[in-house]
């Protein structure tokens, strides 16, 4: 599929793939597309930002290929790595042959039959449905060293392998960025990008997510329940639910054919939105009642 021509082009696709998207976050993906900058979304966990990338690479037909970031990622893991073991085993068979013509087999020991290519350098081939969607994941999660390194790669999207040169990408990627903001990333790697912060839904938005990632759900459930978890995030626990555990809970629910929330369902099913004890003790028991009761008057009709 070819680019979006407007915002609304933008919601339009990404929700044929179920993805619900605001004017805001649809401005800046138009953006992003148009003018070719990466994306650089941040927010608390389980709000929509992974998903986007798979959603956009799904309804523009093209190939999504994912860098997830960890603590101690280096350039090798992230662009390429040379086939050890199988340079060892040619080295190995090149000798029990007897034929070491040395140069030879230099050049094929360090040549394209030998190279695992990773991510960064996998995004930058070209690809007959158009550029690949290059996802870096949770990139708060590397050092900043990395981040130096990442800046450089995105500016130019050409990698230099010493050995074979240096390859460029015929067509830059579309490139996503996401962060939980366990720390800020740098400046200058911001500046390169189109950046959004991706908050929790409102009510009715929420409702459409869910309606749209859970189709089999009732309406007035998917309210109460949309209802209940929008509370609990006003309540001041340590991991406010997000979206992720609203559809989570959902299918719980479904699950134990709940029609309609009580206090003591939403006890027994707490572990599919809240995931730390103490959270959880907090809220058991009078708490829920509690919040339960608002959120269902927050409902009333009129
Ligand atoms: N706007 C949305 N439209 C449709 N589904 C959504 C939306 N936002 C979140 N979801 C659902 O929530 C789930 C979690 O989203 P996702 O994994 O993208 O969160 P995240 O922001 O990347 O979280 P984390 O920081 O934990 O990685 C997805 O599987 C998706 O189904
Ligand atoms: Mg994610």
Same mark, same amino acid.
């Given at each position: 599929?070819? =680019?979006? =021509? ?16 605001? &004017? ?14 990466? !994306?650089?979304? /941040? ?7 992974? +998903? ?6 799904? @309804?523009?037909? &093209? &190939?999504?290929?994912? *860098? ?7 350039? @090798? ?21 007897? =034929?070491?013509? &040395?140069?030879?087999?230099?050049? +094929? #020991? ?10 960064? *350098? ?5 690809? +007959? ?5 290059? !996802?870096?994941? /949770?990139?708060?999660?590397?050092? $900043? ?25 015929? $067509? ?48 007035? #459930? ?9 509370? #609990? ?52 028991? @009078? /708490?829920?009642?509690?919040? #339960?009761? $608002?959120?269902?008057? @927050?409902?009333?009709?009129?």
């Amino acid at each position: 599929m070819k =680019n979006p =021509n407007s915002i609304d082009d933008v919601q339009a696709m990404l929700s044929q793939t179920g993805y619900v998207c605001g &004017r805001a976050l649809a401005t800046v993906v138009f953006l992003s597309l148009k003018l070719g900058r990466p !994306l650089f979304l /941040e927010g608390e966990a389980g709000v929509g930002k992974t +998903e986007i990338a798979k959603a956009l690479a799904a @309804s523009l037909g &093209r &190939r999504l290929i994912r *860098l997830q970031c960890y603590e101690g990622l280096d350039a @090798s893991s992230a662009v390429y790595e040379w086939n050890f073991p199988a340079q060892m085993i040619a080295i190995r068979t090149a000798e029990a042959d007897g =034929n070491a013509d &040395r140069d030879l087999l230099q050049r +094929e #020991l360090f040549g394209p039959d030998f190279l695992v290519e990773r991510p960064l *350098l996998q995004a930058m081939r070209p690809d +007959e449905n158009g550029p690949p969607v290059l !996802l870096i994941d /949770e990139l708060d999660r590397t050092d $900043e060293p990395f981040e130096a390194f990442l800046l450089e790669a995105l500016s130019d999207f050409q990698v230099t392998i010493p050995e074979l040169g240096t390859i460029a990408a015929p $067509e830059p990627p579309i490139v996503v960025l996401t962060s939980n903001r366990t720390r800020e990333v740098h400046d200058a790697l911001k500046r390169r990008c189109l950046y959004h912060w991706v908050d929790y839904p409102d009510f009715a938005r929420e409702v459409e997510i869910l309606t749209a990632r859970e189709p089999a759900i009732a309406a007035e #459930l998917s309210r109460e329940i949309v209802a209940f978890v929008q509370a #609990l995030r006003t309540e001041d626990i340590f991991k406010k639910p997000g979206v992720a555990e609203t559809i989570d809970w959902a299918k719980c629910l479904l699950a134990l054919d709940v029609v309609d929330l009580s206090p003591e369902v939403i006890s027994d099913t707490l572990g599919a939105i809240l995931k730390y004890q103490d959270d959880i003790a907090k809220i058991q028991g @009078s /708490e829920a009642a509690r919040l #339960l009761e $608002e959120s269902k008057a @927050s409902l009333a009709p009129g």
